[in-house]
């Protein structure tokens, strides 16, 4: 797992190496083990190394390949890279390290673009050609990981994360009204390619990006979900997809043991992550280790699942640690949680993965995740209201009544006029439920979810908060052949039984069922929800500080009200509307802006 930078310029001067090599060091934290700056006149490129294939520096980046005139900054990891490496060997390449970013590179000049159908992992990379001056940008599937970019008509910059295209100068930092709205509506998630700041963007899961030497650039969307069953999926037997699913699954976890480090499990005590690590110790995984995080309750919620992970660890015998967190110590790190954040995101978690990250990272380099199970198996509250939606606009207004934060009219009410968009969140959800294949309301959810909310959220959440502490963090639920069984799949097999129903069945051939048929859990940390003393403090200096008067994206009248009363400003999907507006107040101060 790396950082990667670049910079390519289109008016015929050097590109800025000072600048490359300023948004590669503020990627540091993504990669500790090493860093390159290699540039051909107009274009520059940069990376930070996290060793986790090939430990030896015969996998430095970038890697340039002269023989066959191309090069590589890239960031992720490809589970795959043995196989294609002796199918490429078979051709006549060959290579001078074991790692998978050369993998990429031979691939390329063998297959083009249609190498990307034949990877699987997560990735984001830029490749370019020497002799024609064309780069190519591109990212993984779902978008685990991340790619942001400004350009303008002299010349386009791109790096893994926003703040490291800041370190760079010279960016529009104004507001996104469109993106502002989205915020408010989605629970911070704003689809790429917008950002909150105008002037970056972000490329989009399953987007590759051609930019020629003038300027021109060119997009191509290389994948799509297609919730579209064919002749055997509707054939086949509940049974049948159980089983379908737990190999499906138990071939995704093993991918995911590909590196030279020992991988872990971040282990919540839910049914997804258990299920990993059932999967890895039928793998036979010696030591394997597993982490849990807890917090003091607040509002009468609990604030750890330890009896769940602790059944799990004893159960498979795993090297288990678990971190219960002071109140004070969470407020004491969200600072940090908040400057590691690539755009602001108010999931209450996020400071919980940025700890359990610095905990973990103390032992191991690599660990799997449960992250996707329930946008991909149909997890949450609001899939079953729409399954029997048959209304004339497709479920649009069905799915924004179960998801949006806030009417149009609470919008109103909350933002200065100046900030008011005219709904471009509902035209956004319209325009994606009006795309082919998803006949259905649910199926629409379940690709949206899938597709955007989960990018935007959790995906990117882990993915900041773990390499804030050179951690790489891999999803199996997010396997793209895992994903694609998933939505072929008859959304009752999924739903039922209060959801994910058909991976409870399929868990039970390796789980004890008292993690399966527990409540439905998740990873809570109730001092965010309900704010209450130095937290409550926090929050009212922060949104009454004097930079927050100064933007003015908010009615002071009512946000008083909503820190009056802030249990009383909960979300439909019971998050805190009161740390929403703080928490975006809180990441623009951060950065600066």
């Known amino acids: 797992m790396c950082g990667i930078a670049g910079e390519l310029r289109f008016d015929r001067t050097m590109a800025d190496v000072r600048a490359v090599a300023d948004m590669t060091r503020t990627q540091s934290a993504r990669g500790p083990d090493g860093e390159g700056i290699f540039g051909l006149g107009a274009r520059v ?3 930070r190394r996290l060793r986790i294939m090939d430990l030896t520096d015969r996998a430095h980046q970038p890697f340039v ?11 992720g990891a490809i589970y795959n890279h043995h196989a294609l490496r002796e199918e490429l060997s078979a051709r006549g390449y060959v290579f001078a390290s074991t790692g998978d970013t050369e993998v990429i590179i031979k691939a390329w000049h063998a297959w083009g673009p249609a190498a990307l159908d034949r990877l699987t992992g997560m990735f984001a990379f830029a490749l370019w050609e020497r002799d024609t001056g064309v780069t190519h940008l591109v990212r ?3 978008g685990i990981k991340p790619l942001y970019y400004t350009q303008d008509a002299r010349r386009l910059r791109f790096a893994s994360t926003l703040p490291a295209l800041l370190a760079g100068g010279e960016v529009d930092t104004a507001l996104d009204p469109v993106a502002l709205h989205h915020y408010m509506s989605l629970h911070a998630v704003v689809p790429a390619p917008r950002t909150i700041i105008k002037g970056v963007r972000k490329l989009p899961p399953a987007t590759h990006m051609t930019v020629h030497p003038d300027g021109r650039t060119e997009m191509n969307t290389w994948w799509r979900l297609d919730f579209t069953p064919d002749a055997n999926d509707v054939a086949r037997s509940f049974e049948d997809w159980r089983d379908l699913t737990l190999d499906t699954l138990r071939e995704a976890v093993r991918r995911r043991t590909v590196a030279d480090v020992p991988v872990g499990v971040l282990l919540s005590g839910g049914v997804d992550s258990s299920l990993i690590t059932g999967l890895l110790a039928e793998l036979g995984t010696r030591d394997l280790r597993t982490y849990a995080i807890g917090f003091e309750a607040a509002g009468g919620e609990a604030g750890d699942e330890f009896h769940y992970s602790d059944l799990v660890a004893n159960h498979f015998g795993t090297q288990h640690e678990k971190m219960m967190i ?4 969470l407020l004491t790190a969200l600072p940090d949680a908040i400057d590691a954040m690539s755009e602001p995101m108010v999931s209450h978690d996020c400071v919980a993965f940025y700890l359990l990250s610095a905990a973990v990272a103390r032992h191991s380099r690599v660990v799997q995740s449960g992250q996707g199970a329930d946008e991909v198996f149909g997890g949450y509250h ?3 209201p729409l399954a029997e939606n048959r209304d004339a606009d497709g479920g649009v207004q069905a799915y924004r ?4 934060d806030r009417t149009h009219a609470e919008m109103a009410e909350l933002l200065s006029p100046e900030w008011l968009a005219d709904d471009p969140t509902t035209r956004f959800l319209a325009d994606h439920f009006a795309m082919p294949g998803a006949d259905t309301a649910i199926d629409r959810a379940l690709r949206l979810d899938t597709t955007v909310m989960l990018v935007e959220d959790p995906v990117k959440r882990v993915d900041n908060m773990t390499m804030a502490h050179a951690l790489e963090a891999r999803v199996p639920f997010l396997d793209h052949n895992l994903v694609e069984l998933a939505a072929r799949m008859p959304a009752h097999h999924k739903i039922a039984a209060g959801g994910k129903h058909v991976l409870k069945e399929a868990a039970r051939k390796v789980i004890p069922a008292a993690v399966i048929d527990r409540p439905k859990g998740y990873f809570p940390v109730p001092a965010l929800k309900y704010l209450r ?3 409550l403090e926090y929050v009212r200096d922060i949104v009454g ?3 927050a008067r100064q933007r003015g994206l908010y009615r002071a009248d009512v946000v008083q009200r909503m820190l009056d009363a802030p249990d009383t400003h909960i979300t439909p999907l019971n998050g805190s509307k009161v740390w929403q507006i703080a928490l975006l107040e809180a990441w623009l101060q951060t950065r600066g802006l």
């Open 45 to 47: 490129f940069g990376h």
């Open 65 to 75: 390949d002269n023989a066959l005139g191309l090069g590589i900054v890239f960031n």
């Open 140 to 142: 993984d599937r779902l």
């Open 326 to 329: 002071p109140s004070a110590d």
């Open 382 to 384: 609001w899939y079953p």
């Open 401 to 404: 009544k179960v998801f949006f």
């Open 533 to 535: 003393g130095p937290f």
């Open 545 to 547: 500080s004097d930079a």
